[in-house]
């Protein structure tokens, strides 16, 4: 079946400290696999995606690259602000568009 | 990408209750879903709802405590019916956007609180 399986928090990192959240998966086929952020308060936005293994997604400084070979999506950032404490998701799809999402990962930035 | 709101933002429901919550897209799409976010968990889905056809629901759910409405290609209801505190939680509604590697985009969410 499909699952997403992402690092257990909460994460505190100090200002500019380098972020890195694993998140692996189990896919049948060749899925899409995508890292959406959940602000306080607010719904899920999408961060980024790849589509293809090899592909890197990147916005806002956040980074992952679609590994085939270890079923690896994780999301890094070099410098967090504190404006990146929220709620990380990562979550693939699959054909026939149905989503499955990890647990998210609660990220805390202290200045 | 797709502009998605819902009404109401939060509430505060006695138990015994219904909310009927919408959700707006401003284009038109296929496929609409929705799901339930429990406290410090991730995201369930609750059902898809397709235009012109009942909703189909994930195990775990029934039409007669969350029934859906899909009137048109713009537009979706989700009903909690006779809500107990078990049914606080932030419910979403979504929608694909086309292209490859289709993209699911998520309402603000509706905070619901069930006393």
């Known amino acids: 079946g499909n699952s997403v399986t992402q690092m257990e928090g909460p994460v505190t990192l100090s200002e500019e400290a380098f972020l890195t959240i694993n998140c692996t998966y189990t896919?049948?086929?060749?899925?899409?696999l995508f890292w959406y952020v959940q602000y306080p308060g607010e719904g899920l936005q999408l961060l980024l995606k790849?589509?293809?293994?090899?592909d890197k997604g990147s916005n806002k400084g956040f980074e992952a690259t679609y590994r085939k070979e270890t079923t690896s999506f994780h999301l890094e950032k070099g410098s967090v602000q504190v404006s990146d404490s929220a709620v990380y998701f990562c979550?693939?799809?699959?054909?026939?568009?149905?989503?499955?999402f990890g647990t998210g990962t609660s990220l805390t930035v202290i200045p | 990408s797709a502009v998605i709101s819902q009404k109401p933002s939060r509430d505060i429901c006695q138990r015994g209750t219904s909310l009927t919550i919408q959700c707006q897209v401003d284009?038109?799409?296929?496929?609409m879903f929705w799901y339930r976010q429990q406290p410090g968990q991730s995201l369930t889905l609750i059902a898809t709802?397709?235009?012109?056809?009942?909703?189909?629901?994930e195990s775990g759910f029934v039409i007669d405590k969350f029934p859906i409405s899909r009137p048109n290609l713009t537009f979706s209801t989700l009903t909690v019916s006779n809500m107990s505190p078990e049914d606080s939680s932030i419910y979403l509604c979504?929608?694909?956007?086309?292209?490859?590697?289709?993209?699911?985009?998520f309402g603000p969410g509706t905070r619901l609180l069930v006393l």
């Open positions: 979504s929608v694909n956007s086309g292209g490859a590697g289709e993209t699911q985009y």
């Open positions: 979550a693939l799809r699959q054909a026939g568009n149905q989503f499955y």
């Open positions: 896919a049948t086929g060749y899925p899409s």
């Open positions: 790849a589509t293809k293994a090899d």
């Open positions: 709802a397709n235009q012109g056809s009942e909703a189909t629901y």
């Open positions: 284009s038109q799409v296929t496929m």
